[in-house]
C-alpha cells in the first residue's frame, strides 16, 4: 500500500516530442506528489508538485494532470528538448514520509 | 542559501571496512533523510532524522546506522561493507510545510572493492 509505481522504465523522444510518465499509487493518506529529475552525477532536485484537489498544474513546459479518483497522477513535458534528457522520479508524500517510483530515463534525441 | 553539502563525494573501500559520510542541511532545516540509489534500484530509503532523532526507518540491515546532532548535520556510517553497498547516498533535508519536498544534495559515491 506504501508503493509508488512508476512507467515507462524508459522512454526516448524526438526533440520536440511529449513525453508523458505515469505513476499511480494506493494509499489515499498521500496528500504532496511531487516530481523530481536528476541529471547524472547530480542530486535530484524538485521539478513540479500537486495537491489532489488540483487536476491540473503547469510550470512553464511542465506539466502534471492528476486524477484523484483513479489515485494516478502524469507527467508531461512540452515541447521536449535535449537538455530534459535525465531521469525523472514521481512521488507521494503524506505528512511522515515521502515514497518514490523507481524513475524513468528519458532521452530527447536532436 | 546554501544547499545541501556531502562529503566526501568520492570515495573507495574495500569489503570489510567501515565507512563514515557527512551531510549539512540546508540552514535552518531541520530534518535530515538518506537515501541508497543504485542502477536499476531508484532511491531507497534509509533513515529520516529530526532534531537529533530518528523519526523513520527504512528496511536496511543493522550495518547502516545514522546520527544527528544538534546543529542538524548529520553522518551515515556503515559498517562491515559488502560489495553490494556500491551505491551513491544522497542526503536530502527539509524545512518547509509539504513534507515531499526535499532538497538533495550530489550525493557520496562509494564503490566496495
Known amino acids: 500500500q506504501q508503493q509508488v509505481k512508476q512507467s515507462p522504465q524508459s522512454l526516448i523522444v524526438q526533440k520536440g516530442g511529449i513525453p508523458i510518465i505515469n505513476c499511480a499509487y494506493e494509499n489515499t493518506a498521500f496528500d504532496y506528489f511531487p516530481w523530481y529529475q536528476q541529471f547524472p552525477g547530480k542530486g535530484p532536485a524538485l521539478l513540479i508538485a500537486?495537491?489532489?484537489?488540483?487536476s491540473e498544474k503547469k510550470e512553464g513546459r511542465f506539466t502534471i494532470s492528476f486524477n484523484k479518483s483513479a489515485k494516478q497522477f502524469s507527467l508531461h513535458i512540452m515541447d521536449s528538448q535535449p537538455g530534459d534528457s535525465a531521469t525523472y522520479f514521481c512521488?507521494?508524500?503524506?505528512?511522515?514520509?515521502?515514497?518514490f517510483g523507481p524513475g524513468t530515463s528519458l532521452s530527447v534525441i536532436p | 542559501k546554501a544547499g545541501v553539502t556531502q562529503t566526501p563525494r568520492y570515495l573507495i573501500k574495500t569489503r570489510g571496512q567501515q565507512v563514515t559520510l557527512s551531510c549539512s542541511p540546508i540552514s535552518g532545516h531541520r530534518s535530515v533523510s538518506w537515501y541508497q540509489q543504485t542502477p536499476g534500484q531508484g532511491l531507497q530509503f534509509l533513515f529520516e532524522y529530526f532534531s537529533e532523532t530518528q523519526r523513520n526507518k527504512g528496511n536496511f540491515p543493522g550495518r547502516f546506522s545514522g546520527r544527528q546532532f544538534s546543529n542538524s548535520r548529520s553522518e551515515m556510517n556503515v559498517s562491515t561493507l559488502e560489495l553490494g553497498d556500491s551505491a551513491l547516498y544522497l542526503c536530502?533535508?527539509?524545512?518547509?510545510?509539504?513534507?515531499?519536498?526535499?532538497?538533495f544534495g550530489e550525493g557520496s559515491r562509494l564503490t566496495v572493492l
Open positions: 536530502a533535508s527539509f524545512g518547509g510545510v509539504n513534507t515531499g519536498e526535499l532538497f
Open positions: 500537486i495537491r489532489p484537489d488540483v
Open positions: 512521488a507521494a508524500s503524506s505528512y511522515d514520509k515521502v515514497i
